[in-house]
T-cell receptor
Framework: AQKVTQAQTEISVVEKEDVTLDCVYE???????LFWYKQPPSGELVFLIR??????QNEISGRYSWNFQKSTSSFNFTITASQVVDSAVYFC?????????????FGQGTELSVKP | DGGITQSPKYLFRKEGQNVTLSCEQN?????MYWYRQDPGQGLRLIYY???????QKGDIAEGYSVSREKKESFPLTVTSAQKNPTAFYLC??????????FGQGTRLTVV
């Protein structure tokens, strides 16, 4: 079965704290993509990152970083020095079929609240 | 600007009515998707289409119908057979294996 689990339903931090959002996935495929999306209060999902199953290098983009570990089937997302604008719901997602980037299996989402 | 436009933003449906949610994209993407989001849950796939005049059921297609007569448009009809239609509906599009781009969503409420 294909599944994405985000065990943290809600996280609350104070501005400038670092925060890590966990994502664990299950798939039988050897070729797949993993994604993170941000959903601000406006509702639209904003793409953050896509990682293919062959690339386990960690990635950093500004205050955002991602740790992909196939051995533990995890794709965790860290925000360094969080800001109030980071408050949103964050979704981890899995795409099993190589050529259908929008056919996604989503986790339940983690609602991040960053307080000033 | 290129993007995905969903309308209306808010929609109210009476019991037994069919309603249609609009989704238009000008990104020249071949594939389009409809997702449903319920509180505390992730998004679930309703229908998707990889090419004009063709579409496939997703995980929760019962009570919904779609059409894909034009590349730019992928409307979703919520029929009276959908017993619990109150939810947030998101449309997306993509090219092959690239990431999907999402619209701003339609919030449907049964009154």
């Amino acid at each position: 079965a294909q599944k994405v689990t985000q065990a943290q339903t809600e996280i609350s931090v104070v501005e400038k704290e670092d925060v890590t959002l966990d994502c664990v996935y299950e798939t039988r495929d050897t070729t797949y993509y993993l994604f993170w999306y941000k959903q601000p209060p406006s509702g639209e999902l904003v793409f953050l990152i896509r990682r293919n199953s062959f690339d386990e290098q960690n990635e950093i983009s500004g205050r955002y970083s991602w740790n992909f570990q196939k051995s533990t089937s995890s794709f965790n997302f860290t925000i360094t020095a969080s800001q109030v604008v980071d408050s949103a719901v964050y979704f981890c997602a899995l795409s099993e079929i190589y050529n259908q980037g929008g056919k996604l299996i989503f986790g339940q989402g983690t609602e991040l609240s960053v307080k000033p | 600007d290129g993007g995905i436009t969903q309308s209306p933003k808010y929609l109210f449906r009476k019991e037994g009515q069919n309603v249609t949610l609009s989704c238009e994209q000008n990104l020249n993407h071949d594939a389009m998707y409809w997702y449903r989001q319920d509180p505390g849950q992730g998004l679930r796939l309703i229908y998707y289409s990889q090419i004009v005049n063709d579409f496939q059921k997703g995980d929760i297609a019962e009570g919904y119908s779609v059409s894909r007569e034009k590349k730019e448009s992928f409307p979703l009809t919520v029929t009276s057979a959908q017993k619990n239609p109150t939810a947030f509906y998101l449309c997306a599009s993509s090219i092959e294996s690239t990431e999907a781009f999402f619209g701003q969503g339609t919030r449907l409420t049964v009154v």
